[in-house]
C-alpha cells in the first residue's frame, strides 16, 4: 500500500523499555517520569488517523511528559553525519545531541504509522516523506528538533558534512526550517560551527563558502555570535576511524 | 450527713475507675490496632537481607524486554526467532526468591541457553579495564564485538538485579557485593556469559588491554585472565591480537614487552594459539585523540602510517 517499511515490531516494548532505560541508567538526573503514559501519548499521536495527517502539535503531549531541562553548552545540532555525531558526542556524557534526549531516545532509529478508522498498527507498510510530508515520523522529528532547539542554551554547536552533496547546510532541512527558527536568542551567548570533511571526501564546502556562508549570515543577520572551523581536530580523528 | 458523704465519695470513686478502665481499654484497642494496620507495611523491608551494593534496578522487567526487543528486532534481525518473554522469565527464574550468595550457574543455564547466538569469526573482541574506550571503539566499527555488545552482555550491561527468600522476591533496595558472597547474581552470570562468549569465538580474536594501570595491562584475577583465555577454543580459534592501549599522555606504566604480557603470551603459545601484539594500536587510539587533539601523539591519520 505505502512504499516504506512497516511500524516496526515490538514497538510498544521497545518505546517503554528504552524509556524506563533513560530515567534508571542513561540518564537518572532526569528524575521520575511515568513511561506508560509516555507511550500512550505517544501511540495517540498517530492512531486512529489517516496516515498522511499527522502534525507535529500531535505529539505535544508526549513532549511534555517527556520534557527535560538540556545542560547549557552541550547541545549539538547536525546535518547529514548521525553516526559520527552520535560517536562525537559520546551517549551523551559530552554532548547532548536530539537523539540522546529522552524524547529524541525513545524514538531513534524506528520506524511508525497508523491507519484510519483503527486503533492498531500498520505493520506492512508507511508512508515515505514523498509520499505525504504529514506522516508519524517526519512530524515527529519535526515536533523533537523545535522542541530541542527551544531547550538549548548557552554555546551551541553545529556539525555539518563538508562533503555532502547538495552542500553542508541543506536547504529544506531540519536545522534550516525547525531548529534556527527556533532557537532563543537571550539563551545562547554563541553557536560554533563546524564543517567536516569525508576522509578522502571531497572538500565540498567550507567556512565562507556557498552554503556555509549562506548559514553563517543567516545567524548574525538574526544577532548571534557565529564562529566557524574546518575540519575540527577533535571530530577528524573519528572520521580517520572508518 | 456523714452517710451522704460516704456515698457520694464510694461514687466518685467508682466512677473514676470506670473512667481509669475504659481508659485503659481504650489503650490497649489502640495499640492492638495500630500493631494490627502497620505489621502489614512493615512485613517487606525489614524482613529482607541487606547488602553493601546498589539494589535491583527499578522496572527491570520493562528494560530487559525493551531491550532485548530492541536488539533482535532494530539490530539484529537475524535473530528475529528470539523470544524475548521467555527470555525475560528465564532470567527472573534464575534468580527470584532466591538467597543471593547461593546462585549457581545450573540458574542461568536456561537463560544462557535461550538467548545465545553464534559470533562471526575473526569478530570477538576481548578487554580487561578498558570498558570505556573498547566500547566506543566498538559503536563506532562493527567489526569487532565485545560480549556487551552480544544479547546476553546487551540486556545486562550496567544493570543489576538480586533475590531474596521474602516476598516480592526481588531485592530492590541493596545487593550482594563480591566480597560480601562470590556466588551472587551478578559474578555468577557474568562469569557464565564470559566462559560462553570465549568459547563461541573463531579465528582471529583480538583482547584490549590498558598499558597505563599499576597493577599490570594482564592480571590473572581478572575475568579475561581467569575465564576467558582459558575457555578459548585452540580448534577454532587460531590467533589472538593484543591491543595494548596507554592513556594519552601516559602514564606508560606497560607496553608489549612487559612483564604481565609476557605472561599472558607465554599461557597462550602453551595452549597453541599465535601472538601478535601491538602497542596503541592506531585506530582505537584515534578515538583516544578525540579528546586529546593537540598531544604530540595525536597527529592526523593522512600523516600516519
Redesign the interface.
Known amino acids: 500500500k505505502w512504499k516504506g517499511e512497516g511500524t516496526?515490531?515490538?514497538l510498544e516494548?521497545?518505546?517503554?523499555?528504552?524509556?524506563?532505560?533513560y530515567i534508571?541508567?542513561v540518564n537518572p538526573a532526569v528524575g521520575e517520569k511515568n513511561?506508560s503514559q509516555i507511550w500512550e501519548a505517544f501511540k495517540n499521536a498517530f492512531i486512529n488517523k489517516d496516515p498522511c495527517s499527522i502534525l507535529p502539535k500531535d505529539y505535544e503531549l508526549f513532549i511534555n511528559l517527556t520534557l527535560h531541562t538540556i545542560p547549557p553548552n552541550k547541545s549539538l545540532f547536525w546535518e547529514n553525519n548521525q553516526?559520527l555525531v552520535?560517536?562525537?558526542a559520546?551517549r551523551g556524557r559530552?554532548y547532548m545531541s536530539v537523539g540522546d534526549t529522552l524524547f529524541g531516545f525513545v524514538g531513534d532509529?524506528?520506524n511508525w504509522c497508523g491507519q484510519a478508522d483503527s486503533p492498531g498498527l500498520d505493520y506492512e507498510s508507511c508512508p515515505t516523506m514523498t509520499e505525504c510530508e504529514n506522516n508519524a515520523v517526519d512530524s515527529f522529528w519535526r515536533m523533537a528538533s523545535i522542541t530541542y532547539a527551544q531547550h538549548s542554551s548557552g554555546v551551541i554547536q553545529v556539525l555539518l558534512n563538508g562533503s555532502a552533496e547538495g552542500g553542508a547546510y541543506p536547504q529544506p532541512g531540519f536545522f534550516a526550517d525547525y531548529e534556527i527558527p527556533n532557537l532563543q536568542k537571550d539563551k545562547i551567548s554563541q553557536i560554533v560551527i563546524w564543517v567536516v570533511d569525508d576522509?578522502e571526501g571531497p572538500d565540498a564546502d567550507s567556512c565562507g563558502t556557498n552554503s556555509v556562508k549562506t548559514l553563517e549570515t543567516r545567524l548574525k543577520t538574526l544577532g548571534f555570535d557565529v564562529t566557524c572551523t574546518d575540519n575540527y581536530?577533535?571530530?577528524?580523528?573519528?572520521?580517520?576511524?572508518? | 450527713m456523714p452517710l451522704q458523704q460516704g456515698s457520694a465519695r464510694v461514687r466518685q470513686r467508682t466512677v473514676l475507675l470506670v473512667g481509669i478502665a475504659v481508659l485503659l481499654a481504650a489503650l490497649v484497642l489502640a495499640v492492638v490496632l495500630a500493631s494490627l494496620l502497620t505489621h502489614g507495611r512493615h512485613e517487606v523491608s525489614p524482613k529482607m537481607l541487606k547488602w553493601k551494593d546498589r539494589g535491583t534496578?527499578?522496572?527491570l522487567q520493562?528494560?530487559?524486554?525493551?531491550?532485548c526487543?530492541?536488539y533482535i528486532?532494530?539490530q539484529h534481525p537475524e535473530l528475529g526467532d528470539k523470544d524475548?518473554l521467555k527470555i525475560w522469565e528465564s532470567l527472573k527464574d534464575a534468580f527470584i526468591y532466591k538467597n543471593p550468595c547461593n546462585i549457581t550457574p545450573e540458574d542461568y543455564q536456561p537463560l544462557m541457553e535461550l538467548a545465545s547466538h553464534p559470533i562471526p569469526c575473526n569478530k570477538s573482541l576481548f578487554w580487561s579495564k578498558t570498558g570505556d574506550l573498547v566500547h566506543?571503539y566498538t559503536?563506532?566499527?562493527q567489526n569487532f564485538l565485545t560480549l556487551e555488545d552480544t544479547l546476553l552482555g546487551y540486556m545486562a550491561d550496567?544493570?543489576s538485579w538480586c533475590g531474596d527468600p521474602s516476598a516480592p522476591g526481588i531485592n530492590y533496595e541493596s545487593c550482594p557485593k563480591r566480597n560480601e558472597c562470590e556466588s551472587n547474581p551478578g559474578s555468577v552470570f557474568w562469569k557464565m556469559a564470559s566462559k560462553m562468549f570465549a568459547e563461541a569465538a573463531c579465528g582471529v580474536v583480538q583482547v584490549m588491554l590498558n598499558g597505563s594501570v599499576e597493577a599490570g595491562a594482564f592480571r590473572s584475577s581478572s575475568i579475561f585472565g581467569s575465564i576467558e583465555i582459558f575457555n578459548l577454543d585452540p580448534d577454532k580459534v587460531t590467533e589472538v591480537h593484543i591491543w595494548l592501549m596507554q592513556n594519552i599522555g601516559g602514564p606508560q606504566s606497560e607496553s608489549c614487552s612487559g612483564q604481565s604480557i609476557q605472561r599472558l603470551i607465554s599461557i597462550l603459545e602453551e595452549r597453541n594459539f599465535r601472538i601478535i601484539c601491538e602497542d596503541n594500536y592506531r585506530?582505537v587510539q584515534?578515538?583516544q585523540?578525540?579528546?586529546n587533539?593537540?598531544h604530540t601523539d595525536?597527529r592526523?591519520?593522512t600523516n600516519s602510517s
Do not use: W
Open positions: 516496526t515490531q515490538n516494548s521497545i518505546v517503554i523499555g528504552r524509556c524506563y532505560d534508571r541508567i513511561c553516526l552520535n560517536s562525537f559520546a559530552r532509529f524506528l576522509i581536530k577533535s571530530v577528524m580523528f573519528l572520521l580517520c576511524l572508518d | 534496578t527499578k522496572n520493562e528494560v530487559i524486554l525493551g531491550r526487543y530492541n528486532t532494530a524475548c566506543r559503536k563506532s566499527n550496567r544493570v585506530p584515534l578515538l585523540c578525540v579528546h587533539p593537540d595525536c592526523l591519520c
